[in-house]
């Protein structure tokens, strides 16, 4: 039983473990009865605190606190849990151009976390002076692995957060700040590459991009080589980024690439789902460079509107979409097998218009990959289509798909619902259904517990259609 709940809302639940916790499944109980259980590991390590009263040469401990984030980042080994508390900001430069530079190692048994104290605002990185708030810098033999980031405001000139290095494995962004508003260049303001099983879950990503960003500056941008990825409930909102979610695996040699070069291959196992994701100039997601045929590539739950905004990049047109499957290769094999993409919803996406504006982009590298839609709602303003003037539409199957706002669903797939939704309020950008949708319990049988908003799926006869599953309780 916790008593300590900073944080309770619809989609998140932050709360405060008690002294003498053990491990066990973490259960919340309602009005409406438990929820299913979460496994919770007491791990071995210390509990070491900062404030702006300690010192450096401290112990560390509640009442003895240390002083700075960078000291604690250098001090804390495998097993460890280093709490800020309130008022606790790094806004100089640590090493490598940020404000925190990390080159220690936790294990897969035993990560470092670096926490806000609940209820504490806590700064990490600066957008005028700073390069990157925290990041985990290129040098050769850093390998800074199993870290868990959580409840911090990060700022940075060009990246937030970046992870780098010679590969950051097991990292876990849960619940951060993330804004770069000074930010420009081939990168983003969260950026990862070699970086693998990440999560990056329940993130706020906003304001982020000068006026005029390059095409190839992204809100949140998963690159070179990095697999096994998700990337969950996040908020990335009303950026001037290109981009809001980028899957591209860049070769780090370009742009002199030979026949033995080793990076930029194609990404896998990335899964993304339950993301509120508007307000970007280009497309919403991106799996620029993907092979399903070696760990799946799925988006679901996904809600995504007013991208592909325009205007178009200073360096020349991008793509304006909600959802976009190029097809492109970089290095090593095309990508074959299936993207699933489903259960999302989409509305008002590529007004900007022209050829590479829609909901839906598949052009046609690659023809081993596939783009499957199925259960999805999509909504355009008239005159937008809903595939991309470039799409081929022989590389995308589906059903059960609904359509509206520029006319019937495309002809290549079956089982269209050609039908006005019946969102509850979409001046307000409310897309649960009211009663009497036709996208309720008319979605292809598919194997989701639940839906954007928590609710478990299905309730009636069968899975609805969209983001949200149609409840009246």
């Known amino acids: 039983t916790v008593g300590v709940y900073p944080l309770w809302s619809q989609r998140k639940i932050t709360f405060q473990v008690p002294r003498g916790a053990t491990s066990g499944d973490i259960v919340v109980h309602t009005a409406n009865g438990a929820s299913n259980g979460l496994a919770f590991t007491v791990q071995p390590g210390h509990i070491f605190f900062v404030a702006n009263t300690g010192r450096d040469d401290a112990s560390g401990s509640f009442d003895d606190p240390w002083r700075t984030l960078p000291h604690a980042v250098e001090a804390v080994g495998p097993g460890d849990v280093v709490y800020a508390l309130d008022g606790v900001s790094a806004t100089s430069e640590h090493l490598n151009e940020a404000a925190l530079s990390i080159e220690a190692e936790g294990t897969v048994e035993g990560p470092i976390a670096l926490l806000a104290y609940p209820g504490a605002s806590v700064t990490v990185g600066s957008p005028q002076n700073l390069q990157y708030g925290l990041r985990v810098a290129p040098p050769i033999g850093v390998h800074a692995s199993y870290w868990v980031i959580g409840g911090i405001r990060f700022r940075g000139r060009t990246s937030a957060v970046e992870l780098g290095g010679d590969g950051a494995v097991g990292w876990r962004i849960v619940g951060n700040d993330i804004s770069c508003p000074n930010g420009d260049g081939p990168t983003g303001c969260f950026a990862a590459s070699f970086a693998t099983h990440a999560r990056f879950l329940g993130n706020e990503v906003h304001d982020t991009g000068v006026q005029g960003a390059s095409k190839q500056y992204h809100a949140v941008y998963f690159t070179t080589d990095s697999n096994h990825i998700e990337v969950g409930w996040n908020h990335i909102h009303d950026n001037r980024t290109c981009r809001a979610l980028q899957f591209h695996s860049s070769p780090?040699?370009?742009?002199?690439?030979?026949?033995?070069?080793?990076?930029?291959?194609?990404?896998?196992?990335?899964?993304?789902?339950?993301?509120?994701?508007?307000?970007?100039?280009?497309?919403?997601?991106?799996?620029?460079?993907?092979?399903?045929?070696?760990?799946?590539?799925?988006?679901?739950?996904?809600?995504?509107?007013?991208?592909?905004?325009?205007?178009?990049?200073?360096?020349?047109?991008?793509?304006?979409?909600?959802?976009?499957?190029?097809?492109?290769?970089?290095?090593?094999?095309?990508?074959?097998?299936?993207?699933?993409?489903?259960?999302?919803?989409?509305?008002?996406?590529?007004?900007?218009?022209?050829?590479?504006?829609?909901?839906?982009?598949?052009?046609?590298?690659?023809?081993?990959?596939?783009?499957?839609?199925?259960?999805?709602?999509?909504?355009?303003?008239?005159?937008?289509?809903?595939?991309?003037?470039?799409?081929?539409?022989?590389?995308?199957?589906?059903?059960?798909?609904?359509?509206?706002?520029?006319?019937?669903?495309?002809?290549?797939?079956?089982?269209?619902?050609?039908?006005?939704?019946?969102?509850?309020?979409?001046?307000?950008?409310?897309?649960?259904?009211?009663?009497?949708?036709?996208?309720?319990?008319?979605?292809?049988?598919?194997?989701?517990?639940?839906?954007?908003?928590?609710?478990?799926?299905?309730?009636?006869?069968?899975?609805?259609?969209?983001?949200?599953?149609?409840?009246?309780?």
């Open 252 to 473: 780090l040699c370009l742009p002199d690439c030979g026949p033995t070069d080793t990076t930029g291959f194609n990404q896998f196992d990335l899964i993304v789902h339950d993301n509120l994701i508007h307000g970007d100039a280009c497309d919403g997601i991106n799996f620029a460079t993907v092979d399903p045929s070696r760990g799946p590539v799925e988006a679901f739950n996904n809600i995504i509107y007013e991208v592909g905004r325009g205007p178009d990049p200073p360096d020349g047109l991008a793509n304006y979409a909600g959802i976009s499957v190029p097809g492109y290769l970089n290095n090593g094999p095309e990508g074959a097998g299936r993207v699933e993409v489903y259960n999302n919803t989409l509305y008002d996406c590529g007004s900007v218009g022209g050829p590479t504006a829609g909901a839906i982009a598949r052009t046609d590298y690659s023809p081993g990959l596939t783009l499957r839609l199925r259960n999805n709602i999509i909504v355009q303003p008239s005159g937008i289509p809903y595939f991309t003037e470039e799409t081929d539409a022989a590389l995308v199957e589906g059903q059960n798909n609904l359509w509206f706002g520029a006319g019937d669903g495309p002809s290549t797939l079956t089982a269209n619902v050609n039908a006005d939704p019946g969102f509850q309020d979409t001046g307000l950008f409310d897309f649960s259904l009211t009663a009497g949708s036709p996208a309720v319990d008319a979605g292809a049988e598919m194997e989701l517990a639940w839906d954007f908003a928590g609710a478990s799926r299905p309730r009636g006869s069968g899975i609805d259609l969209g983001a949200f599953e149609f409840h009246d309780d």
